[in-house]
């Protein structure tokens, strides 16, 4: 199917200037009005005119009437405005409108702690709603073959085109012991913790695994002894039950939350660390949804701040960035 475009010589804003001058009589209260300055009025009124080819105003007599071709022009003006603001009416209610099925993914983190306050709110648009929770790298292959319409993430997808993306928040990475070790050292150095204990790590197959896998590279620290998980409920459980030290965020310091009476959680000695989430859509397939739903998710994710992190671990609550 082939679209033939036209070049006209108005467009809505011009008509709205022609309007204002012919329902005041005058280039002044019109310009009032609008807010124009009225040499712009002027300007507009004269480039309508030269583009149409005819003369629009009958300026020799006050207050200023339409021209044969101004009235005809008034006329259908005054429809096509009115067109105009019903479309763009009914293009905000779709895109507000209550959707039948929404799919979402969330990391395992935010499903955990933020996921209730957000799925709270998301059904205010969403009547009947698909909530998958798992890995960063699962989430946007599921996005990308269209089983997920939007993913919450600490994977951005920048090499991919045809995706929005909006950010949520950004949190810095900690130190989680347990109380028995936490006790028995002044201040805590990586490479003591990690010849003296082992290493209680998130699987590599993880976003936040990998990362921190890096971070260690980077600084020299070598792992002699490691335990590896998938998931923030076992390494917790681990460190809780005193067999290991971990590197953590505040989110999962608060999925953990049922293991701190056994942990002492203490800020990343050396080289800060954090990681970013997103929310990532399909570009254009949802209108103005993925800037919603990144809204209602920074907004729980702020009074979870300070709900629970406030309590548990103020100093990282204080370093937490919405949005």
């Avoid at 990532?280 to 209108?287: D, I, T």
């Avoid at 671990?313 to 960035?321: D, I, L, S």
Wanted: aromatic fraction near 6%; proline fraction near 5%.
């Amino acid at each position: 199917m082939s679209i033939q475009t036209t070049s006209l010589a108005f467009d809505l804003k011009s008509l709205t200037v022609f309007l204002a001058v012919v329902d005041n009589g005058s280039m002044t209260a019109a310009s009032e009005q609008l807010g124009m300055s009225q040499p712009a009025v002027t300007k507009t009124i004269r480039r309508l005119e030269t583009e149409l080819g005819a003369s629009l105003i009958e300026r020799r007599v006050r207050p200023y009437r339409p021209t044969p071709a101004g009235l005809e022009l008034m006329n259908r003006a005054r429809d096509l405005l009115a067109q105009a603001e019903t479309l763009q009416a009914s293009v905000r209610d779709i895109g507000e409108a209550t959707l039948p099925v929404v799919r979402i993914g969330l990391i395992d983190s935010f499903a955990a702690t933020a996921g209730p306050g957000l799925i709270r709110l998301m059904r205010n648009y969403a009547k009947n709603l698909t909530v998958w929770s798992g890995l960063s790298p699962n989430l946007g292959d599921d996005l990308i073959r269209r089983k997920l319409d939007f993913i919450i993430s600490t994977d951005p997808m920048t090499a991919l085109g045809g995706v929005e993306r909006h950010r949520i928040m950004q949190e810095q990475y900690l130190l989680v012991l347990p109380n028995r070790i936490a006790a028995s050292i002044k201040e805590p150095n990586l490479e003591d913790l990690a010849r003296s204990h082992p290493f209680v790590r998130y699987s590599v197959r993880s976003l936040i695994g990998a990362q921190i896998e890096r971070y260690l590279q980077q600084g020299g620290i070598t792992i002699p002894e490691s335990l590896e998980f998938d998931g923030t409920e076992a390494v917790f459980a681990m460190v809780s039950a005193g067999l290991g030290w971990a590197i953590t965020t505040p989110l999962c310091l608060i999925h953990g939350f049922g293991h701190m009476s056994s942990l002492t959680a203490l800020p990343l000695p050396g080289r800060s660390l954090s990681r970013t989430l997103y929310m990532v859509a399909r570009e254009g397939e949802f209108g103005t949804l993925p800037k919603r739903i990144t809204k209602d998710a920074r907004q729980t994710a702020e009074q979870l701040i300070a709900d629970k992190l406030q309590s548990i671990a103020p100093w990282a609550a204080k370093n937490m960035v919405i949005g």
